[in-house]
């Protein structure tokens, strides 16, 4: 299978690097943080890892198809984490105040809210200005949302732009996951061989 499985995630030092930089950012920082990587490099199979280990008291928002305009984003952020919408939503405006309403509904109840877009190297500019805008929203003391951005290595390029610069400066923490090295590569085999076969004893040999 292709679909990425968390119990395939082969865990190098890179990768343990990473998933703490996640985890550090989704239970203590706040604001933006970007992954990168090469297509492979095992961001989308890191990513279902990182959700099955987000806090209870966090609401997360999974977005996976990021080409969409400005509107369709804010409705899929609403959508996925069941914000209560009035019957007109055709405007950006009001689609932003029911969503600062969730939010500071769960920051009152303790609650952290959590948007995640996977591929975000897709995201247009405007809809990359309206991430920008959506960590206006804030109390006196701290951001109401936090942002994950997962996309390859074209996301940095994006976020350093001229044009985003002022999106580029929110970020807080970054992570780029390089590819196994050669060494790495043998021991990944090994692993996804033992998971697979759920046996002991089948091994991948050097000349293979």
């Known amino acids: 299978s292709i ?27 706040g604001g933006f943080i970007q992954l990168t990587g090469e297509v492979g490099t095992g961001k989308t199979t890191l990513v279902r890892s990182l959700l099955q280990q987000i806090p209870d008291n966090a609401d997360v928002a999974v977005i996976l198809n990021p080409q969409i305009s400005r509107h369709d984003f804010l409705s899929a952020i609403c959508e996925e984490l069941g914000v209560p919408l009035p019957h007109s939503t055709n405007n950006i405006k009001t689609l932003t105040n029911a969503l600062n309403e ?28 309206q991430v920008r805008l959506l960590t206006n929203l804030e109390t006196t003391k701290q951001k ?3 942002i994950i951005l997962v996309g390859q290595p074209e996301l940095s390029d994006l976020l ?5 610069r002022h999106l580029g400066q ?33 091994k991948f040999d050097r000349a293979a």
């Open 144 to 146: 109401l949302l936090q």
């Open 160 to 164: 350093d732009s001229h044009e985003l």
């Open 102 to 129: 969730y939010l500071l509904e769960n920051h009152s109840r303790g609650k952290r809210t959590i948007v995640l877009v996977d591929e975000a190297q897709n995201l247009r500019i405007d809809v990359l200005e």
């Open 3 to 29: 679909t990425p499985d968390p119990r395939y995630l082969f865990m190098s030092e890179r990768h343990t690097e990473a998933l703490a930089h996640l985890i550090y950012g989704v239970r203590e920082s």
């Open 170 to 202: 929110r970020i807080t923490l970054r992570y780029h996951l390089s590819p196994l090295n050669p060494e790495e590569s043998v021991d990944y085999i090994q692993y996804r061989i033992d998971i697979a076969s759920q046996k002991s004893g089948l």
